[in-house]
């Protein structure tokens, strides 16, 4: 006798999630994950309000885009939670008054934990890939690094590397190279 099939999960799941978790579905499975910690808390909320003014507000900066933190966005039969994304002004010129995004960033920030890791670096940008987000971030704030990949144009679903960066350095980085922005700002309130 075979395994029975698996259920494949759907957005009653999502809705039904308990509310101190994370609830996201990736190829057909719900990933529940833990409501995210200090350090991992504190980078992304510094992320967001250093690029927020140059770039949402256009104060410093060119503006065009929307920022959003956790947006919960549909890609085909995936519901993925990103700890960032950002969509440019040509893509999504407002926000429509929806529960969540069907339309794909066109960049993503997932703040690694040791609890998601594996789901952000190997399922989800997969996805981010296919679904043709330009640009991801991912910041690990207890190793205090930063990781920008671009789609590749030549090969589809593929990630390049432009770089990884650490510690305290500052960076010019797609898509917001306009801005530069001091990584130490990011981990300044955490101790490890």
């Known amino acids: 006798m075979g395994k029975p099939a698996k259920r494949i999960a759907t957005y009653d799941d999502v809705l039904n999630a308990p509310p101190h978790r994370v609830a996201e579905i990736i190829e057909g499975e719900l990933i ?5 910690a200090g350090p991992h808390s504190a980078a992304a909320t510094a992320l967001g309000e250093e690029l927020g003014p140059p770039f949402k507000r256009g104060r410093g900066g060119p503006g065009g885009w929307i920022i959003l933190d956790e947006p919960e966005v549909h890609l085909a039969r995936n519901v993925l939670v990103p700890d960032l994304g950002g969509w440019r002004r040509e893509t999504m010129a407002a ?3 929806e529960p969540y995004f069907t339309m794909r960033p066109d960049w993503v920030c997932e703040v690694l934990s040791p609890s998601t890791e594996r789901f952000d670096r190997g399922d989800k940008m997969k996805l981010y890939a296919q679904a043709g987000v330009a640009n991801a971030w991912l910041v690990n704030p207890l190793l205090r690094t930063l990781e920008v990949v671009r789609l590749s144009s030549g090969t589809p679903d593929q990630w390049i590397s432009v770089g990884v960066f650490r510690d305290d350095a500052k960076v010019r980085v797609e898509p917001f190279e306009a801005f530069e922005l001091e990584l130490g700002v990011l981990w300044q309130d955490v101790r490890l």
């Not at 529940?32 to 995210?36: F, H, K, Q, T, V």
């Open 95 to 97: 926000i429509a008054n």
């Open 32 to 36: 529940l994950s833990p409501r995210p």
